[in-house]
């Protein structure tokens, strides 16, 4: 019987604790979902995933089985202290002196040593960061053509060898607290043995009531020392426990409420005819340096607008607050003469096809890499084989083994690795894939040779005709095509007009496209 139960209690604790781990796991996932760009940009917000994500496998679990085990050992004490106050009240108190003791004692250490991990980790971050460029295939080459790996390995060392010179220190104080109390314990067990022993032996005990008290000393000893070290490891467990239900607790930035600007349920976004920036300022959390100063233009239904300028001026900046991964800006931004904020998040994102200059090369298939575009036509095959045509892919998918079931990327088995300008593609059709208002593309071009560019330009006025094209590029061959081309420096536009207006009349933008338009610059490009 005590093997059936033991198989059936290793089978439902194991179930469970990987039922529990995944829930968890789960849990910290949703909550990344609701969090904003700038929570991911918050060095703190990083800390915290950390330690919510740390041991999540092993200690939950081991709170739960805690408390069974604190229950179990009460019950067990109880019966055995009625054994012991019923002989000797005093006894039992005597036994529990040391335990309580070396309890607190051990409270103490234990609380020093989450307050060590709490501080460590950034550092542990620093240390997976390394781990990180060692292991991926992305940074394989420069890794190998700089020679960083043992530089890489000395710093991941120095980490961790500075964190064990502590461990050391730490775990020698708790061993020699241990060892002294486990000391002290086993003397007054022993000396109660004894004195039992010799009552026996003068006949002021049966043996049988002898071998009872003995067997009530040892259980009553063990069981509540048992339960104070299981005291002690839950209340390391439950300070886990807190790190994980801090992070959970965090503001979501996509629900905060915005005081002056309700979501507005009655207010639909089916289609964006009209963008319009007025004055718009905005600083990135933590900075006391504006990104965007007084931006404003407007964008009808239609037009392809250019934005130039040098890296930093502001571009990208300005593509985050239209696609709403920052909504705390000074100024308004307008969509068909309406505050952005007051539509549905979703309702605004949906209208979008977006391409970011840093867009995520997905390890999957080609089938995710374009339809996560638009994920509820992930299964139409007609309109993904169509989402690359718009980007001049289809002939490149057609060529892989499985077509667009073929799995890119060499994280994991038969998969294809393309080129920059091929996974650059990709993205673009993922914005193609989606029927979209609005697309905006950010540095489109960056990754591709000047016949791919055409190829993807020549498709961009396609597409967005009827429609709004937003694109920022550092290539004047392509600017001169918009319908307006707004210039930014230092986070201000300091000029706005058609490619011919800005050459006959401006200074700034004439003079970077001359400097394209040199015989210098174009070697280098054609190179």
Do not use: C
Not at 232 to 240: G, K, T, V
Not at 268 to 275: E, G
Not at 503 to 516: A, C, D, H, W
């Amino acid at each position: 019987l005590t093997e059936i139960i033991t198989a059936i209690q290793s089978y439902s604790q194991n179930l469970f604790q990987t039922t529990l781990s995944y829930k968890l796991n789960v849990m910290i996932m949703k909550k990344t979902i609701g969090l904003t760009l700038s929570d991911f940009e918050n060095a703190d917000v990083y800390d915290k995933i950390q330690r919510a994500q740390d041991e999540i496998g092993y200690r939950p679990f081991q709170l739960y089985s805690s408390i069974l085990s604190i229950i179990g050992s009460t019950i067990t004490l109880i019966s055995t202290a009625f054994i012991l106050i019923v002989w000797k009240w005093w006894i039992f108190v005597l036994l529990l002196i040391v335990p309580i003791i070396s309890t607190i004692y051990s409270t103490k250490i234990g609380k020093r040593q989450f307050k060590i991990e709490w501080r460590r980790a950034p550092r542990y971050r620093k240390a997976w960061y390394y781990s990180f460029l060692m292991s991926r295939d992305i940074n394989y080459k420069e890794i190998k053509l700089y020679g960083l790996g043992n530089y890489l390995l000395e710093k991941y060392n120095k980490i961790f060898e500075r964190y064990l010179k502590v461990d050391k220190k730490v775990t020698k104080y708790r061993t020699i607290i241990t060892f002294i109390f486990n000391f002290l314990i086993n003397i007054m067990g022993d000396g109660i043995t004894l004195m039992l022993l010799y009552s026996a032996f003068n006949g002021e005990l049966p043996v049988g009531n002898l071998f009872s008290y003995i067997r009530a000393v040892s259980m009553t000893e063990s069981n509540f020392e048992s339960i104070m070290n299981t005291l002690f490891s839950m209340y390391q467990d439950n300070l886990y426990i807190k790190q994980l239900f801090e992070f959970l607790d965090l503001p979501e930035g996509e629900s905060k409420k915005l005081t002056d600007y309700q979501l507005d349920l009655s207010v639909k976004l089916k289609s964006i005819d009209k963008i319009e920036f007025r004055n718009v300022s905005f600083r990135y959390p933590g900075s006391t340096d504006y990104a965007l100063r007084y931006i404003s233009f407007t964008i009808r239904k239609g037009d392809v607008v250019a934005i130039v300028g040098k890296n930093g001026s502001g571009k990208t900046t300005l593509v985050k607050l239209l696609t709403r991964l920052y909504d705390i800006y000074d100024g308004d931004i307008l969509i068909n003469d309406i505050d952005i904020r007051k539509y549905n998040i979703d309702d605004v994102r949906s209208n979008l096809g977006v391409v970011f200059q840093d867009f995520v090369k997905y390890e999957m298939k080609v089938r995710h890499n374009i339809g996560f575009g638009n994920i509820n036509n992930l299964n139409s095959n007609r309109e993904i084989i169509n989402g690359a045509r718009k980007a001049g892919i289809d002939s490149m998918i057609s060529d892989l083994p499985n077509g667009i079931n073929t799995q890119l990327g060499v994280w994991f088995d038969n998969g294809k690795q393309l080129s920059g300008g091929q996974w650059q593609k990709v993205a673009i059709a993922r914005a193609f894939f989606r029927n979209a208002s609005a697309y905006i593309l950010d540095e489109p071009s960056s990754a591709l040779d000047p016949a791919a560019e055409k190829e993807i330009f020549e498709q961009f006025f396609k597409s967005t005709k009827g429609k709004i094209g937003i694109f920022t590029s550092h290539r004047f061959s392509t600017v001169k095509y918009a319908s307006n081309i707004l210039v930014f420096e230092g986070g201000y536009i300091i000029e706005e007009g058609s490619h011919e207006n800005l050459i006959n009349f401006s200074n700034y933008y004439k003079k970077l496209y001359e400097i394209q338009a040199s015989p210098f610059y174009n070697i280098i490009e054609k190179e």
